[in-house]
């Protein structure tokens, strides 16, 4: 008797024509009749998508297919991907081993910690309630801790501090290297902490007490190490424990400190021509470029014919002097200085209107109101004053101005670097490299990490709380390098030893070419570091268990699928070197 019985699946094969290969899926149901085995075709499926053609295959196979609402549960949702990137750059910094050799839950902490102030800086308290909004709590183990755990952990750090900036010095200072060097600070939330002073404030904030901090740099701007002072030291007063510092705790006998014209002074200087080993690049303030002009040393037209030239000065023996004129800056000097001429001479004028209507009088009280005016733009120079009971007269010193303005534009750097070892452009590129410390202190203190205000009220809880920012901003520094193609930033690094160093400086093609088109080279947007992380936040973590299991069920864990960008974001931080 026949027998009809069968199954069917799907059957694919392929054939090659022109060097093009072509498929074919057919439907076929193989069965038994008088005991023999025979396949009869019930359709040709190659029209259809290649998914589901797969699907269909699955099916006849015994599978069971059902709607993905009904499979299968959403529990939570954490935000993974921005974590993920921070934590993929510190495994290829080695940057636990930099923290301790040992594994420890104050090591976890401190990791986290970072994290957490790259990706969302908060205090202590808020952290450990946002990185649970994160796959950062679980990941990193510290999911139970603390705000006092946070604390103990900083603690930690601060004992280890020493031995981290050795290791990073060793990683990124060389002998004979460039070490850059610079001086900030940042205001207290509160009066008690020992270290809270009144002092010159970066912060614009008058009348706060804050902390000094300095911050030691490779020639790149990557930090190294940093140091806590108290808010009313001079810059110039932490130079030299720094240089010291260098030498016998990191052991690099022989470097070059870049410092600012008010960092290394005359009295530094003379410091250092007794230290072997040690030179500096700096730069001379306005007073001492104005009577290198007066005593002939420095004649100013030589400039109509160049932007730089080197010179010599019996008041700088066996030191060389880099001249520059920047004509841009020169017209944005001139034109500042008209603009505080204009504007304190309307206040004066007003309070000449008062005096000659006798609504004020008095040399004193009239003084009072003209000093206030004059030093608010602090061109009192440029005034010639004449103040008695009962009148008040001024005038423009013309021949003053005139000197100063034949000096805008006009720097010169001062340096103890022998020719031989670097030339005059390089030894101008090389000053201007602190720009690369103002880079990091913005980024501390506004733009991502936001080192202030201070809470601590303890030095060593203060020491703490700006070597974990310096830490973080290492990271993120790397991170900067890494995406710099996918950024604003400039990635033709090479052009800028070759640039005019004196002119200002000029993006390359390919970087205003971002500018304009607001796009990378694929065309996808192009990001600051803000927004690149923020488009990795969106990739999440997804805990899932079986619909109607209950809560008791085993879960898994899915996580997006990165687009494009996030992508390629994350295979530039798996190149990062330290």
């Known amino acids: 008797m026949a027998s009809r019985t069968g199954s069917a699946h799907v059957v694919t094969t392929s054939r090659t024509y022109k060097g093009k290969v ?15 085995v025979k396949n009869e075709t019930l359709g040709n499926l190659s029209h259809l998508p290649e998914p589901l053609i797969e699907i269909i295959r699955r099916s006849l196979q015994g599978e069971t297919f059902v709607p993905l609402g009904q499979a299968f549960e959403v529990t939570g949702s954490l935000a993974h991907g921005h974590v993920r990137a921070v934590e993929l750059a510190m495994q290829r910094l080695d940057f636990a081993s930099l923290l301790g050799s040992k594994p420890s839950s104050e090591r976890d902490r401190v990791l986290a910690m970072v994290t957490a102030r790259i990706v969302a ?77 009144l002092g010159h ?34 810059d110039s007063a932490t130079f030299l424990p720094e240089v010291q510092r260098l030498r016998e705790h990191f052991g690099i006998e022989q470097l ?23 030179d500096w690049i700096t730069a001379l303030k306005g007073a001492s470029i104005r009577t290198l002009v007066e005593q002939g040393q420095l004649q100013l037209g030589l400039f109509d014919e160049r932007n730089l030239m080197e010179i010599a000065s019996p008041e700088y023996p066996g030191e060389r002097l880099v001249a520059c004129r920047n004509p841009q ?25 008062r005096v000659d209507a006798g609504r004020l009088k008095g040399a004193d009280a009239i003084g009072l109101r ?32 005139a000197a100063e303005a034949a000096l805008d534009g006009i720097y010169i750097i001062r340096t103890s670097v022998e020719a031989a070892r670097m ?90 070419e971002k500018v304009v088109s607001r796009t990378v080279a694929d065309g996808t947007p192009v990001h600051s570091f803000s927004t690149l992380m923020a488009e990795l936040g969106s990739i999440v973590r997804n805990t899932c268990r079986t619909r109607g299991a ?23 931080i798996r190149q990062i070197r330290p």
């Open 22 to 36: 072509y498929y074919t899926h057919l439907l076929r149901r193989s069965y038994r009749e008088d005991g023999k």
């Open 121 to 197: 800086p908060h205090t202590k308290l808020a952290t450990t309630r946002w990185w649970h909004t994160t796959t950062l709590a679980t990941d990193f183990g510290v999911a139970d801790a603390n705000e006092d755990d946070l604390y103990a952990a900083m603690d930690w750090l601060l004992t280890r501090q020493d031995a981290i900036q050795k290791k990073l010095a060793a990683r990124h200072l060389s002998a004979g290297g460039l070490v850059l060097y610079d001086l900030s600070s940042s205001y207290f939330e509160g009066t008690t902490c020992p270290l809270a002073r």
């Open 201 to 234: 404030n970066r912060d614009g904030k008058k009348g706060l007490l804050q902390v000094n901090y300095g911050l030691l740099t490779d020639a790149r701007g990557c930090p190294v190490a940093v140091s806590v002072h108290e808010g009313n030291v001079a």
């Open 256 to 278: 070059v400190m870049v410092g600012d014209r008010g960092m290394i002074s005359s009295k530094a200087i003379d410091e250092l021509r007794e230290t072997q080993g040690v």
């Open 329 to 353: 800056l020169a017209a944005l000097r001139a034109h500042k200085r008209q603009d505080l001429l204009a504007a304190t001479e309307k206040n004066l004028q007003q309070i000449k209107e």
């Open 370 to 401: 003209v000093g206030k005016v004059v030093n608010q733009y602090k061109v009192a120079k440029h005034f010639e004053l004449q103040i008695s009971d009962g009148s008040f007269s001024f005038t423009r010193k013309h021949e003053a101005i």
């Open 423 to 512: 030339e005059a452009a390089d030894c101008v590129r090389n000053y201007k490299a602190l720009a690369n410390v103002e880079r990091a202190f913005r980024s501390l203190k506004t733009m991502d990490l936001k080192v202030r205000p201070i809470h601590h009220r303890t030095a060593d809880r203060v020491r703490a709380h700006i070597l974990l920012c310096m830490l973080a901003y290492y990271v993120e520094w790397h991170m900067r390098e890494a995406w710099r193609e996918l950024m604003f930033a400039d990635t033709d690094l090479a052009a800028k030893a070759t640039r005019d160093p004196v002119a200002p400086a000029q993006r390359s093609q390919q970087a205003q």
């Open 550 to 572: 209950g809560p008791e069920a085993p879960t898994f864990d899915i996580i997006t699928t990165p687009n494009a960008t996030q992508r390629h974001a994350l295979d530039l």
